[in-house]
């Protein structure tokens, strides 16, 4: 399925004392992620919304391998698990700058209609760019 990499470096304000990322920041990665890898496609989480959709979480999941740390480059791969229907599933794992496999996470994100806040499928030209 379709794959992105997307590199992040780590930031101060996202560790603790210790200099170790602190556990609720990979959220955030994970959606930096998403975005970088919609973007590939020439759309964006802005123009699904300025069309009428969103796209909330449902799930996500984190296995924590090793602790990243200040000032470290992550490269986040995002992979498409499926062809999205209602839902879009994704699989990602984090690197650090040695390849060293950090982390390993999963999301479904489903598709809302904006104005009726009701679940929608897939809008089609997003199909269509998947399947190309």
């Not at 123009?47 to 391998?65: A, D, H």
Request: glycine share 4%; net charge positive.
């Amino acid at each position: 399925m379709k794959s992105h990499s997307t590199h992040i470096r780590v930031r101060y304000a996202e560790t603790d004392q210790m200099g170790v990322v602190h556990h609720g920041n990979y959220a955030q990665y994970l959606e930096l992620a998403r975005c970088d890898w919609l973007e590939q496609f020439g759309t964006s989480y802005k123009s699904m919304e300025e069309s009428g959709v969103m796209l909330p979480v449902y799930e996500m999941n984190f296995k924590f391998k090793r602790p990243a740390k200040f000032d470290d480059i992550l490269r986040v791969e995002t992979t498409l698990v499926k062809m999205p229907d209602v839902k879009i599933e994704f699989n990602y794992k984090i690197y650090n700058q040695h390849q060293e496999l950090l982390s390993a996470a999963y999301t479904v994100l489903v598709f809302v209609d904006i104005n009726s806040r009701k679940p929608m499928k897939c809008p089609s030209y997003i199909l269509e760019k998947l399947k190309a």
